[in-house]
C-alpha cells in the first residue's frame, strides 16, 4: 500500500500568514488521486480538495493543492481564525485508500 | 438535507460483536459505494472498509487489520449501510465514520461518526 508522509508534524503560524504543507507517497499516486481534508476537533473530516488541485464545494479560495508524482502541497494563501486544525491527505490511485498521520496547524 | 448519520456505537467487552448503523438522506443512496473509517483517540484516519452500489455488484473490500472480523452490508430500501464488527479487541477503539465519495474514491460527505469502546 501506498504510504503518505506529512510534514511537518505541527506548524505554528499567525492569522493572515501563508500555510504550505507538504505530503509525500512512498509511490507515485496515479492520476493525481490525492485530496485533501481539514478536521476540527470533535467534527468529521471536511474533503478541501481533490485531483491534486480542485476544490471542492463551497471550499474559499485561499485553499490550493498542488503537485504530482509522489509530491503534492496544500497551500493556505491568508489563515484565517477558522483555518487551524488538522490537516490529512489522502490518496485514493491505488487501493486501498491510505491517508497521511497529519499536520497540525496552530495558532501561533 | 444531504447528511449521513451513524449510530449504534457504545462500550463492548473485548471478543464481543456490535453493528453500526449509517443512516443516508437527502441523495439517492442505492448509487452510491458506502465506506467506513476510525480514528482511534488522538490518531489519524484509518478506512476500514467499504461496499459497492449494487450496480457495481455490491462487494465489499475491507483493510487488512479487519478482515475476516468485520462485515459491511447495505439495504437500499431503508437507505442505511451497516457494519457488522465481531471478535472485537481492544484496537479497534475509536470513532467509526461512515463516508460517501460522489465521483471517485475521495469523500466529500461525512457523518459525525459513533464511539465504540472496547474494553473489560
Known amino acids: 500500500e501506498i504510504v503518505l508522509t506529512q510534514s511537518p508534524g505541527t506548524l505554528s503560524l499567525s492569522p493572515g500568514e501563508r500555510a504550505t504543507l507538504s505530503c509525500r507517497a512512498s509511490?507515485?499516486?496515479?492520476?493525481?488521486?490525492l485530496a485533501w481534508y481539514q478536521q476540527k476537533p470533535g467534527q468529521a473530516p471536511r474533503l478541501l480538495i481533490y485531483?491534486?488541485?480542485s476544490r471542492a464545494t463551497g471550499i474559499p479560495d485561499r485553499f490550493s493543492g498542488s503537485g504530482s508524482g509522489t509530491d503534492f502541497t496544500l497551500t493556505i494563501s491568508r489563515l484565517e481564525p477558522e483555518d487551524f486544525a488538522v490537516y490529512y491527505c489522502?490518496?485514493?490511485?491505488?487501493?486501498?485508500?491510505?491517508f497521511g498521520q497529519g499536520t497540525k496547524l496552530e495558532i501561533k | 438535507e444531504v447528511q449521513l448519520v451513524e449510530s449504534g456505537g457504545g462500550l463492548v467487552k473485548p471478543g464481543r460483536s456490535l453493528r453500526l448503523s449509517c443512516t443516508a438522506s437527502g441523495f439517492t443512496f442505492g448509487d452510491y459505494a458506502m465506506s467506513w473509517f476510525r480514528q482511534a483517540p488522538g490518531k489519524g484516519l484509518e478506512w476500514v472498509g467499504f461496499?459497492?452500489?449494487?450496480?457495481?455488484?455490491?462487494?465489499?473490500e475491507y483493510a487488512a487489520s479487519v478482515k475476516g472480523r468485520f462485515t459491511i452490508s447495505r439495504d437500499d430500501s431503508k437507505s442505511i449501510a451497516y457494519l457488522q464488527m465481531n471478535s472485537l479487541k481492544t484496537e479497534d477503539t475509536a470513532v467509526y465514520y461512515c463516508?460517501?465519495?460522489?465521483?471517485?474514491?475521495?469523500?466529500?460527505?461525512w457523518g459525525r461518526g459513533t464511539l465504540v469502546t472496547v474494553s473489560s
Open positions: 463516508a460517501v465519495g460522489g465521483g471517485s474514491w475521495y469523500f466529500d460527505l
Open positions: 461496499i459497492r452500489s449494487k450496480a457495481y455488484g455490491g462487494t465489499t
Open positions: 509511490q507515485s499516486v496515479s492520476s493525481s488521486y
Open positions: 485531483g491534486a488541485s
Open positions: 489522502q490518496q485514493y490511485g491505488s487501493s486501498p485508500v491510505t
